[in-house]
């Protein structure tokens, strides 16, 4: 019996030059992946949308009330809320259209409604977010079949 020499290993993808090349994205500007500092402020800012929402709905608007757990998780639970809405009607968060973001599906067109409620669970979780490709795609966009671009 004849032995191969030839390995059945799949040869190893090149890295990537810029994150999205992989993707088909362009190295910059519109429909580029986004960087952090981009991704960071939207988040910012969608948090403190959260929170506010929050204080108007209980009312309060006292530093030590809004501390407190129960609070707190009013304010997640809204960030949530407001990504899962959002994508599907404008593309993005408040956040990410103040910041020149929008979520798109790989494939193009409309995220749909399923990517979004995927997406942001996941998110939500935080874990997945802080796990990134070579694309700057976090485990919540590939799962959602997803990518944050600068528009």
């Given amino acids: ?6 390995s059945s290993k799949a040869p ?4 990537s030059r810029f994150p999205g090349e992989r993707l088909g ?13 981009r991704r960071f402020v939207a988040l910012v800012i969608d948090w403190i949308v959260a929170s506010l929402i929050a ?4 009312g309060s608007w006292n530093a030590a009330d809004n501390a407190q757990p129960a609070h707190q998780l009013l304010v997640y639970g809204l960030w ?17 259209r103040l910041c020149s973001l929008a979520v798109a599906p790989l494939n193009g067109g409309w995220p749909g409604l399923w990517r979004p409620v995927v997406r942001a669970l996941l998110l939500g979780l935080l874990i997945p977010a802080l796990v990134w490709d070579s ?4 485990f919540h966009d590939k799962v ?8």
């Fill in 80 to 96: 949530i809320a407001i990504m899962i809405v959002s994508v599907p009607i404008a593309g993005g968060t408040l956040g990410h």
């Fill in 135 to 138: 694309d700057s795609r976090g």
């Fill in 12 to 15: 190893e993808p090149r890295p």
């Fill in 144 to 151: 959602a079949g997803t990518v944050l671009v600068r528009t």
């Fill in 1 to 6: 019996m004849a032995t191969s020499s030839r």
């Fill in 25 to 37: 994205r362009p190295q910059s500007g519109s429909g580029s992946v986004a960087r952090f500092g």
């Fill in 55 to 58: 204080n108007a709905i209980t």
